[in-house]
């Protein structure tokens, strides 16, 4: 049991459709971070948490909007995506302020078509 | 800006074969490092990690790894593979959250996909 969990696990969307992901961690952290894992490439960092403000957005496409209503839980909203946006987006928590050990959640597999 | 380089990007060795995955880091200052392992449609877990201390770390299923500062290196280690440890293993190194002004982010190296033949 990862004590981070995700929904959906697999999603199909079209470009003009609107679809929101899910992470709930049940571990008493309060940091929480969206990755997005692509072949061949290694783990993008997208937004990260510190108790519900959002410190990183590293260069993210307005298409991606993350939000974070409470320290356990986060939602990424996506509109309007394209095809390169097919991924495993991945969900993670820590605690703040200590060495960052990060915990993951099983991801959702994204395909935009 | 802090870089982490796994040298191989896929590894087949048969079972009981010894294994050693190379991982060097980018980065002059003090750092936490990790292994990471994803099993075949399963989520990324911790296999191990370093803060202090002793360099030579032992983690979860036999697993080790050793930290060589002067080598800038985080090489992990089994003596013995299982065709039950065929995974993606991803190196990570970060500098410790308030050191430098560092937010703690992890720097994930692309990940070496293992293949153990039975």
């Known amino acids: 049991e990862t004590g981070v969990t995700q929904t959906p696990r697999h999603l199909v969307m079209g470009m003009t459709n609107k679809k929101s992901l899910k992470c709930e961690q049940h571990l008493g952290h309060n940091a929480m971070y969206w990755y997005k894992q692509s072949a061949k490439k290694p783990l993008e960092l997208m937004f990260v948490?510190?108790?519900?403000?959002?410190?990183e957005n590293n260069s993210v496409p307005s298409r991606f909007s993350p939000e974070c209503p409470n320290s356990s839980h986060l939602f990424l909203h996506l509109h309007t995506l394209q095809p390169e946006d097919s991924a495993l987006y991945l969900c993670?928590?820590?605690?703040?302020?200590?060495?960052?050990?990060?915990?993951f959640g099983p991801g959702t597999r994204l395909t935009v078509t | 800006a802090q870089s982490v380089s796994q040298h191989n990007h896929h590894v087949i060795l048969s079972e009981a074969a010894s294994l050693e995955l190379g991982c060097n880091y980018s980065?002059?200052?003090?750092?936490?490092l990790f292994w990471y392992v994803q099993y075949p449609g399963q989520h990324l877990q911790l296999l191990l990690k370093?803060?202090?201390?002793?360099?030579l770390v032992k983690g979860i299923k036999g697993f080790e790894a050793e930290f060589i500062k002067s080598k800038f290196s985080f090489n992990l280690r089994k003596p013995s593979v299982q065709w039950s440890d065929t995974a993606e293993y991803f190196c990570a190194v970060n500098a410790p959250p308030g050191v430098g002004g560092s937010q703690g982010n992890l720097i994930f190296g692309k990940g070496t996909k293992l293949s153990v033949k039975p």
């Open positions: 993670a928590s820590s605690q703040v302020m200590t060495s960052n050990e990060q915990y």
């Open positions: 948490y510190n108790f519900k403000e959002q410190t």
């Open positions: 370093y803060f202090s201390g002793d360099p």
């Open positions: 980065y002059g200052g003090t750092v936490n």
